[in-house]
C-alpha cells in the first residue's frame, strides 16, 4: 500500500502543473457569438429521429443482449483491487483541483479557504482510504456550500462527483485502505444496493447538461475550441459539408446521448465503453495531461465496467443476472 502510494504521489507531482494548464486554458478561451441551433433545422430533425432510433436499440439489446461470460467469470477476480484503483484516482483528482485553486472543475475558482481545505482533507481521507466514508460525506458537503457561493446552475455539471461520493459513502473500498468507520458502514449498509445506480445517474445527468450547456445550447464555445483543434474528422472522411458548426452539434447530441442511457440504465456496460474510448481519444489528441483532468471519469468507468447498472433504478428490470 505505501509503495502504491508513493508511486501515484510522484507522478502526480511531476504531472500536476502541465496538466492544470491544459483545463483552465479550455475554460478561459474566449467566445465568438454564433448562431443557436434551431428545432426546425434539418440535421437537428434527423438526429433527434436517430437519437429515439437508438435509444429504442438499446431498449432491445438490453432485454436480449446476454451477459458476456467475462463479466461472470474474469470481473469478480480483478474486482476488488480495480474498484480500489478507482476511489484512490478520485481522492488524488481531489487533492490536485485543491492545490491549484479551485473546486471540482477550473471553472469554479476558490472564493475561500473554506472550500479548499474541505475538498483537501475530502480528496486525503479518500486518497488513502482513511475514514473514507468521512471523505465522501465531506465531498456532499462541498457540493452544498458550493450551490450557495457560485449558484445550483454551475454546480449541475458536476453531479458526477456528487454520485461518486455517494457510491464510496455507500459501498466503501474493498481493498488497500488504512481504516474505516464501522458504524458509518453500518449504517448505510441499508442502502448498498443504491451506491452503483446513484454513480450511473449523477454520471448520465452531468454527461446530459453538459452535452447542452456546452454544445448543444453554446455552439459559440464548442466552435472556438474546433477553430484551435482539428478535431472535425468528417471534414478528413470526405464530408467537406460537415461544418465545425454541425460537428459541434453532433459532438454534444452524442455525449446526451451516452448520458441518457447510463440514466436509463441501458446497456451500461457497452455504453461505458463508448464512453471511454471518448476520453483516450481526447487523452491521445491533446496529450497525456489530459489524463488528470479526467481521474473522476475514469474511476467512474471502472465502478460502472465491475457493477454495471446495478440492481436499483433502472428503466428495465429483469432476472438476468449481469
Not at 487533492?95 to 479548499?116: D, E, H, K, M
Not at 452503483?196 to 475550441?225: D, M
Not at 495531461?289 to 465502478?303: M, R, T
Amino acid at each position: 500500500m505505501k509503495k502504491l502510494i508513493a508511486t501515484i504521489t510522484t507522478f502526480l507531482a511531476i504531472t500536476l502543473p502541465s496538466a492544470v494548464s491544459a483545463h483552465v486554458k479550455w475554460f478561459a478561451e474566449p467566445v465568438v457569438p454564433v448562431d443557436p441551433y434551431q428545432l426546425t433545422d434539418g440535421p437537428v430533425i434527423i438526429w433527434i429521429i436517430a437519437a429515439l432510433a437508438v435509444i429504442g436499440l438499446g431498449v432491445l439489446l438490453e432485454k436480449k443482449l446476454p451477459c458476456p461470460k467475462w463479466v461472470t467469470h474474469q470481473v469478480p477476480k480483478f474486482a476488488p483491487q480495480a474498484l480500489s484503483l478507482a476511489s484512490i484516482g478520485f481522492g488524488a483528482a481531489l487533492i490536485i483541483f485543491s492545490i491549484y485553486g479551485f473546486v471540482f472543475a477550473p471553472n469554479l475558482p476558490a472564493t475561500s479557504s473554506l472550500l479548499l481545505i474541505t475538498q483537501l482533507t475530502a480528496g486525503i481521507l479518500i486518497f488513502l482510504g482513511f475514514y473514507e466514508r468521512l471523505g465522501a460525506f465531506l465531498v456532499l458537503v462541498l457540493f452544498v456550500l458550493g450551490v450557495h457561493v457560485y449558484g445550483a446552475y454551475e454546480m449541475i455539471d458536476t453531479l458526477e462527483m456528487i454520485g461518486f461520493s455517494f457510491y464510496v459513502l455507500i459501498v466503501g473500498r474493498p481493498k488497500w485502505k488504512l481504516r474505516e468507520s464501522k458504524f458509518l458502514k453500518k449504517l448505510i449498509h441499508p442502502f448498498h444496493m443504491y451506491g452503483v445506480p446513484i454513480l450511473r445517474i449523477g454520471t448520465g445527468v452531468n454527461l446530459l447538461v453538459l452535452g447542452f450547456t456546452e454544445k448543444i445550447l453554446a455552439p459559440s464555445l464548442t466552435q472556438e475550441f474546433l477553430t484551435h483543434h482539428d478535431w472535425n474528422f468528417m471534414q478528413k472522411l470526405g464530408f467537406e459539408g460537415f461544418t465545425d458548426y454541425w460537428f459541434a452539434f453532433s459532438a454534444g447530441t452524442t455525449e446526451a446521448l451516452i448520458g441518457i442511457f447510463l440514466i436509463l440504465g441501458l446497456v451500461t456496460r457497452v455504453t461505458t465503453i463508448v464512453l471511454a474510448i471518448f476520453l483516450l481519444i481526447t487523452l491521445y489528441l491533446l496529450g497525456p495531461i489530459e489524463l488528470i483532468g479526467h481521474l473522476p471519469h475514469f474511476s467512474i468507468a471502472i465502478v460502472l465496467l465491475v457493477f454495471g447498472a446495478g440492481a436499483r433504478l433502472k428503466l428495465l428490470r429483469h432476472k438476468k443476472k449481469c
